[in-house]
């Protein structure tokens, strides 16, 4: 059974930088493409980034363009998010989702919390 599991989460002040890790367990990671999301309280959850299984692919989402690199490391079943130049409207919940490159899985972790804050 796949399973998605985020950690890294926690309180940055603004400028400063974490580093967000999705493992997942139950699977090659390289069978899936890797999305990063995120939901602030009182709003809709939105993609922040996304890492291709199949050509390398990334995409980032206008907001974090710059500041957030995607990668992935498949021998170790982990994709990072590592964010850096940090603003208080980067505060949220944010989850990983893993889709599978053929066949209809899709799999969400439990999120972890990133404050960003004086």
């Known amino acids: 059974q796949v399973h998605v599991v985020e950690s890294g989460g926690g309180l940055a002040q603004p400028g400063g930088s974490l580093r967000l890790s999705c493992t997942l367990s139950g699977s090659e990671l390289n069978y899936y493409s890797i999305g990063w999301f995120r939901q602030a309280p009182g709003k809709e959850r939105e993609g922040v980034s996304c890492s291709g299984s199949a050509d390398g692919s990334t995409y980032y989402a206008d907001s974090v363009e710059g500041r957030f690199t995607i990668s992935r490391d498949n021998r170790k079943h982990t994709v990072y998010l590592q964010m850096n130049s940090l603003v208080p409207e980067d505060t949220a919940k944010y989850y990983c989702?893993?889709?599978?490159?053929?066949?209809?899985?899709?799999?969400w972790g439990q999120g972890t919390q990133v404050t960003v804050s004086e």
């Open positions: 989702q893993a889709t599978a490159r053929m066949g209809p899985g899709n799999y």
